[in-house]
Every structure is written in C-alpha cells, then in structure tokens.
T-cell receptor, first 115, second 110 residues
Framework: SAVISQKPSRDICQRGTSLTIQCQVDSQVTMMFWYRQQPGQSLTLIATANQGSEATYESGFVIDKFPISRPNLTFSTLTVSNMSPEDSSIYLC????????????FGPGTRLTVL | DAKTTQPPSMDCAEGRAANLPCNHSTISGNEYVYWYRQIHSQGPQYIIHGLKNNETNEMASLIITEDRKSSTLILPHATLRDTAVYYCIVRGGNDYKLSFGAGTTVTVRA
C-alpha cells in the first residue's frame, strides 16, 4: 500500500499566476500520475511522471502549461501555469507501488479555484 | 471512445446488497476489469479487479460473465459510507493507465 499527501489541499488563485502542487508518498515508487477532475466531471490523466525521465503527457496537456518535476522516488510536483478560470479543478496524484499495474493509490487531491 | 457503459445512478437500501452493472462489450482477451470508487471530496479508492474468474475480497465481489462482455460489482451489505461514485474501468495487462468514465453514483439510503 501507499499513503499519499498533497499540498496545498486547496487554494484560490488569481488568473495569470501559477501554482505548484506537491505530492509526497510514504514509500519509494517508480510510477506517479497526475490527474485533473473538473467540476462535476470524472478524472482525466494529465501525465505520467517517472523518476529520472521526462514526464509523459496525455493528449491535450502540454509541458509549458503543466510542468512536472520528479526529483526522487517519493516526491513530485505539478505546476499549473498562467492560470485561467478554466483551470479550476481538483488535481490528484496517484502511484502504482507494485509496478505491475494492479492497484493505484490516490492522494486526497488539491482543490484549485481560479478567479 | 468509452470502453465501459454504466448506469448514471442507482439507489440501494442500507444493509441490502448493491449490484452495480457494467457493460464492456469490446473488451479484449488481455484486458482486466477494475472497479474504483470515489467518496465525496476524496481521491478514488481501489475496490477489486479481475480477468475472467469471479473475484472476492473484503470489500466486494466481482462477477464477470463467461463471454466477458459485462460484469457486476456486488457490495454485499451496503452501508451509508458506501455512498460514492463507482467507476468500472477496462485496462490492458501491460497498460498502466486508468481511463475513468462517468461512473455510477450510488446512494445508500437508511
């Protein structure tokens, strides 16, 4: 299993600014994932972040808008850049500790509101 | 292109079994069926997964039809804390990605 914490838990930001979200895991994991959940919607995968390599982004998401860092096996950050109200969402990180594509564990999420 | 189809919502009575259907008629031989749930204001939680045999754990049972085109998640004794959105996901054996659909909003009533 894995216990995941995220900071901040929520934030209200002004348009045009950037916010960095932190994801901390209590064990070393190879694969970490970042998701977005827009209001009333399901989860959408933004990118996969593996330690030691560039993040892999899904269609519709670009590095300039959502830069990701993965400095070690227990930590990752997602930055939401040049925010607009359309970026208001819950951002979640998840991990697959087994590495054999069984159970993914999710963090509690960061609720972002952009004014 | 959704791989699964679920009813948008369902109600069930506390203490009764909740049977959540999922259609996945285009599932291929190496794809698994996963179930996750998301309780309000929390991240999704893994429930169970299976390939072709029925599976049971402490949370639920997963019944997969012989042709694998549909499945049912069974919560044996639903409680109010089981109120959540339940997601049925089809995922390949070598695919690390989870693709969430709209899910089924389950409301357990006292």
């Amino acid at each position: 299993s894995a216990v995941i914490s995220q900071k901040p838990s929520r934030d209200i930001c002004q348009r045009g600014t950037s916010l960095t979200i932190q994801c901390q895991v209590d064990s070393q994991v190879t694969m970490m994932f970042w998701y977005r959940q827009q209001p009333g919607q399901s989860l959408t995968l933004i990118a996969t972040a593996n330690q030691g390599s560039e993040a892999t982004y899904e269609s519709g998401f670009v590095i300039d808008k959502f830069p990701i860092s993965r400095p070690n096996l227990t930590f990752s950050t997602l930055t939401v850049s040049n925010m607009s109200p359309e970026d208001s969402s819950i951002y979640l990180c998840s991990v697959d500790p087994s590495g054999i594509y069984n159970e993914q564990f999710f963090g509690p999420g960061t609720r972002l509101t952009v004014l | 292109d959704a791989k699964t189809t679920q009813p948008p919502s369902m109600d069930c009575a506390e203490g009764r079994a909740a049977n959540l259907p999922c259609n996945h008629s285009t599932i291929s031989g190496n794809e698994y069926v996963y179930w996750y749930r998301q309780i309000h204001s929390q991240g999704p939680q893994y429930i169970i997964h299976g390939l072709k045999n029925n599976e049971t754990n402490e949370m639920a049972s997963l019944i997969i039809t012989e042709d694998r085109k549909s499945s049912t998640l069974i919560l044996p004794h639903a409680t109010l804390r089981d109120t959540a959105v339940y997601y049925c996901i089809v995922r390949g054996g070598n695919d690390y990605k989870l693709s969430f659909g709209a899910g089924t909003t389950v409301t357990v009533r006292a």
